[in-house]
């Protein structure tokens, strides 16, 4: 089993920025891909950026490219989103999830999640 918790949500204004941390633990030893996802109020959870075990690959969903970026640190089995030029449509609780080898945009894919995190924005 892995365990994932996320911590750094908040509120914060429109174009301000929050860093995101997704710390696993348990059996983190072999290759996890790690992903983000989002789910606001009403609607359905989405997906927003993923990685590969190494960090050499990563995807990003349209409406995040160019102001959020994901990283990992894998001596320290933690996963980072920088979220920057924040917008009010970017509220959501923020979850992170891992899956072994490879990662994907399907929610289906991924074996363990976190309890998520609240994202604020106000305008």
């Known amino acids: 089993q892995v365990q994932l918790v996320e911590s750094g949500g908040g509120l914060v204004q429109a174009g301000g920025s929050l860093r995101l941390s997704c710390a696993a633990s348990?059996?983190?030893?072999?290759?996890?891909?790690m992903a983000w996802f989002r789910q606001a109020p009403g609607k359905e959870r989405e997906f927003v950026t993923a990685?590969?075990?190494?960090?050499?690959?990563?995807d990003y969903a349209d409406f995040v490219k160019g102001r959020f970026t994901i990283s990992r640190d894998n001596a320290k089995n933690t996963v980072y989103l920088q979220m920057n030029s924040l917008k009010p449509e970017d509220t959501a609780v923020y979850y992170c999830?891992?899956?072994?080898?490879?990662?994907?945009?399907?929610?289906?894919?991924?074996?363990?999640w976190g309890q998520g995190t609240q994202v604020t924005v106000s305008s």
């Open positions: 348990g059996r983190t030893s072999g290759s996890y891909a």
């Open positions: 990685i590969s075990w190494s960090g050499s690959s990563t």
């Open positions: 999830a891992a899956n072994r080898a490879f990662y994907s945009r399907r929610i289906a894919v991924y074996d363990y």
